[in-house]
């Protein structure tokens, strides 16, 4: 999805998914997202046997991961 695709007014957005109306606001969706690549990150780091308490780890293993989010991908 491209934001060109959607609705937005002020910071509110309405968005046709499946069979109805979404409607938030457009931080919402940017929360969605990063707070998705967050658990993501946390699950990997665990996986891996490492910290996720290390932000310098998380955020260099957070260079390397993509993923489909709100608006776009996510790289």
Same mark, same amino acid.
């Given at each position: 999805?491209?934001?060109?695709?959607?609705?937005?007014?002020?910071?509110?957005?309405?968005?046709?998914?499946?069979?109805?109306?979404?409607?938030?606001?457009?931080?919402?969706?940017?929360?969605?997202?990063?707070?998705?690549?967050?658990?993501?990150?946390?699950?990997?780091?665990?996986?891996?046997?490492?910290?996720?308490?290390?932000?310098?780890?998380?955020? %260099?293993?957070?260079?390397?991961? %993509?993923?489909?989010?709100?608006?776009?991908?996510?790289?």
């Amino acid at each position: 999805m491209l934001l060109e695709e959607h609705n937005v007014h002020n910071n509110d957005i309405d968005l046709q998914h499946n069979c109805c109306i979404v409607q938030g606001t457009l931080y919402a969706l940017f929360m969605h997202d990063a707070i998705y690549l967050y658990a993501r990150l946390v699950n990997m780091m665990l996986a891996r046997g490492m910290d996720y308490r290390n932000g310098s780890a998380m955020f %260099e293993l957070a260079r390397t991961v %993509e993923f489909n989010g709100s608006f776009f991908v996510v790289a």
